[in-house]
């Protein structure tokens, strides 16, 4: 029976009591609530993502592209990184580092990330310095690597090999990470970590100019501008700065291989951890299906084993996470294990509390519940203002509303006991990839465990 009329009660009802509590924190009530959101293409194809308000006298201006890590080649494992640390080492018109000072003496800051499918460039600066903003990340945009020598390029390189490497051989999160993804996902598959170091030997300027032209285009960028700012003007400087720059189609992607998933084996490993923990992974389906039933699964998840596990004081930190990307996506359920239990006791409790979820499945309150505490999760993630822009990108990129609380409350009240049951039935043992760390003060993750 489909609950989603329910819910979107329920919902309505947690958007006005957020609003409210919102509008009473408000210095300025009649001026500070966000103003529709705007988007637009230029003629040369730039997205633009207008959302203005004025709560803060500052303004956010993010570039992003939709190109991530999955981008580089096989054999050239931080390609991607490499162009995100160029694009600070100057422009036809800019200095190298230029605008990092020019932005910290303005009393602002600004940053980049590269992701698995997205790179992002964000600045955060006083409401008045807007136009120079724009002018920066255009001249970033335009003019990319006019100044970067062969010893800048030589640098970076070395740059992303070190934290490339630091990442992968971490014994945390990072290096079991990878390796978990490794495992799910076969060689030649786009989430298939490669190397953590890449042979750079025939990685060129014109090998960075080429990649950079041909996953980079402005058809495949939006540009975001949210704060304190007047929207009549500040389309007046977007169109005189970016307007310019000339129209660049995107090479064609990747084919991504179809290979299907690695199923049903286990995978120990010793790392640099104080306890004992336990990873359950399935790989589930890409972004905008049952997308956000996994979400309000992990969070369901999180807290009911963790209150289940909690009374028999075996297991600890559970946690259940959803991430999806644009081809696939990976349900996670970690928790770490006490010191004087069994791995196989553990897994065992693991296992009773999975078979009791796909019997049971989640009740209308349970599923209320978990819908609320996903979209609060989310408006707390958009009240910070580079974490906002990230999500105006990623629903650009895939094609959602940029009224990202209303898209919220419309993805989540779709959401059925149907649908919910569907997301269940992939916890299957069939479908899972069991991953025990074992401690090692020594240990350099990716050495298997002695039996």
Known sequence: MRCSGTLLVSLLAFACAACLTRRSHEARPTQGARRPVESYTLANGLRVVLEEEHRTPQVAVELAYDVGMVADPPGHAGLSQLVERLMFQGSRHVAAHEQIRAI??????????????????????????????????????????????????????????????????SGGRNGI????????????????PTSSTSDWHDVDLNAVRAFYADNYALTDAALIVSGDFERSGA????????????????????????????????????ARVDQPSIVLSWVTPPSSTDEQEFEVLAEYVTQHMRLTACAEARLFNVVARQRTWRRAGVFDIRCRVAADVPIDTALADLEHMLVDLRRQGV???????????????????????????????????????????DESLRRYANVSDASMRRAVSWLSPEGRLTTIVHPNPTATVGREAPN
């Open 177 to 192: 990470d990878r390796l978990i993804l490794q495992e799910l996902f076969p060689a030649g598959h786009l989430y298939h």
């Open 104 to 169: 910290h003496a303005l009393g602002g800051d600004l940053g980049a990330f590269t992701a698995r499918e997205t790179t992002l460039f964000w600045n955060v600066v006083p409401a008045a310095e807007l136009p120079r903003v724009l002018w920066y990340e255009s001249e970033r945009m335009a003019f990319a690597f006019e100044r970067v020598t062969p010893e800048v390029l030589a640098r970076e390189q070395r740059n992303v090999d070190l934290a490339n490497t630091k990442a992968s051989d």
């Open 235 to 270: 389309q007046r400087w977007i169109d005189w700065y970016f307007g310019q720059i000339p129209a660049r189609a995107a090479a064609p992607r990747r084919v991504q291989p179809v290979l299907a998933p690695n199923w049903a084996h286990k995978l120990e490993l010793e």
């Open 363 to 405: 009740s209308l309150t349970a599923l209320q519940e978990g819908s609320m505490g996903v979209i609060e999760a989310e408006q707390r993630d958009q009240d910070d203002v580079v974490k906002r822009g990230w999500w105006l990108a990623d629903a650009i990129f895939k094609g959602r509303s940029a009224r990202l609380f």
